[in-house]
């Protein structure tokens, strides 16, 4: 009788056993995760609007709110009518030289004229030279008051110019009062409220881009030379009623450190071994969840 025991209790065992390791046909297994943005302020003031909420999806490049720049816009508008202050004092040099031109075309008709009385031996040399002279003068005085013109308003615009660059710092400093989301994702944690005073840093909330997942998973020692980068493997998550969806997926990371398995894994004995982690990259077909786990079989056919 008490052999009869143990052999059927050593069937059972090894029943149990094969069981088990027939359940198991995975060769790796962890958690989902997502690469984790925390976004935050660039600007100090009072958050005037700020539309998000907890679990909201969020498009790349998304307007979702603005800081006051009220104090900014103002100063904006006051260099600007500086500037336009400023360059009314530039000197219109076409203006400023007219009369000068006038004065020249009347000196050159008196010049041709002396020109045809000298032909017609009705003037004299020295008359012509006279009248030749007053063209020069009035030529050097024209540039002269071109070149002192000129001078003048090329300092006007030196001046101008570093009131323009605090006006492109006025204006990046109102672009950072905007608040735009960085990538597509869902918000996981919302850190401010609007009406809030915030300064450059301030964490205003955490999103995660949820498109794709990564499944971190861990692999034993005897594995390891079977996984490789870029290497397409078969992830699989429960779906309920031991069903299972399936995904392809791309091993992207292989830790080159090993560590003791993560207290997520089921046993105390497992937990013992030593494994190496990997990342597996994973299109996320909106039934997969942070958090959620998941197994990974490895197909050579995929790999090769």
């Given at each position: 009788?008490?052999?009869?025991?143990?052999?059927?209790?050593?069937?059972?065992?090894?029943?149990?056993?094969?069981?088990?390791?027939?359940?198991?046909?995975?060769?790796a297994?962890?958690?989902?995760?997502?690469?984790?943005?925390?976004?935050?302020?660039?600007?100090?003031?009072?958050?005037?609007?700020?539309?998000?909420?907890?679990?909201?999806?969020?498009?790349?490049?998304?307007?979702?709110?603005?800081?006051?720049?009220?104090?900014?816009?103002?100063?904006?508008?006051?260099?600007?009518?500086?500037?336009?202050?400023?360059?009314?004092?530039?000197?219109?040099?076409?203006?400023?030289v007219?009369?000068?031109y006038?004065?020249?075309?009347?000196?050159?008709?008196?010049?041709?004229?002396?020109?045809?009385?000298?032909?017609?031996?009705?003037?004299?040399?020295?008359?012509?030279?006279?009248?030749?002279?007053?063209?020069?003068?009035?030529?050097?005085?024209?540039?002269?008051?071109?070149?002192?013109?000129?001078?003048?308003?090329?300092?006007?615009?030196?001046?101008?110019?570093?009131?323009?660059?605090?006006?492109?710092?006025?204006?990046?400093?109102?672009?950072?009062c905007?608040?735009?989301n960085?990538?597509?994702?869902?918000?996981?944690?919302?850190?401010?409220?609007?009406?809030?005073?915030v300064?450059?840093?301030?964490?205003?909330?955490?999103?995660?881009?949820?498109?794709?997942?990564?499944?971190?998973?861990y692999?034993?020692?005897?594995?390891?030379?079977?996984?490789?980068?870029?290497?397409?493997?078969?992830?699989?998550?429960?779906?309920g009623?031991?069903?299972?969806?399936?995904?392809?997926?791309?091993?992207?990371?292989?830790s080159?450190?090993?560590?003791?398995?993560?207290?997520?894994?089921?046993?105390?004995?497992?937990?013992?071994?030593?494994?190496?982690?990997?990342?597996?990259?994973?299109?996320?077909?909106?039934?997969?969840?942070?958090?959620?786990?998941?197994?990974?079989?490895?197909?050579?056919?995929?790999?090769k």
């Open positions: 009788m008490k052999a009869t025991s143990i052999l059927i209790t050593a069937t059972i065992g090894l029943i149990f056993t094969s069981c088990t390791n027939k359940d198991k046909d995975y060769d297994s962890g958690a989902f995760e997502s690469v984790e943005t925390i976004v935050s302020t660039e600007s100090s003031g009072t958050l005037m609007q700020f539309n998000v909420e907890e679990g909201q999806t969020l498009n790349k490049n998304q307007w979702i709110g603005y800081i006051d720049s009220t104090q900014l816009y103002y100063r904006k508008q006051q260099l600007e009518a500086q500037i336009a202050s400023t360059l009314s004092q530039q000197p219109n040099i076409p203006v400023q007219a009369s000068l006038s004065q020249l075309s009347e000196a050159e008709k008196n010049r041709d004229r002396y020109q045809n009385l000298v032909k017609s031996n009705a003037a004299t040399q020295q008359q012509l030279d006279d009248a030749q002279t007053q063209v020069d003068v009035i030529k050097k005085q024209i540039e002269a008051q071109k070149s002192t013109l000129g001078i003048t308003s090329s300092t006007i615009e030196k001046n101008v110019t570093p009131l323009q660059r605090q006006i492109d710092q006025l204006n990046d400093q109102l672009q950072k905007r608040i735009i960085p990538i597509h994702g869902t918000v996981l944690t919302k850190y401010s409220e609007n009406h809030e005073v300064n450059p840093g301030k964490a205003l909330y955490k999103i995660a881009e949820t498109d794709t997942l990564i499944l971190r998973a692999i034993t020692g005897s594995q390891l030379t079977n996984v490789k980068l870029g290497q397409t493997v078969k992830v699989r998550s429960d779906e009623s031991d069903k299972y969806r399936q995904y392809s997926g791309v091993v992207y990371w292989i080159d450190k090993s560590e003791f398995t993560p207290k997520t894994i089921p046993t105390k004995d497992e937990r013992a071994d030593l494994v190496y982690a990997i990342k597996v990259r994973v299109v996320n077909d909106g039934y997969l969840k942070i958090g959620m786990y998941g197994e990974v079989k490895f197909d050579n056919s995929l790999s």
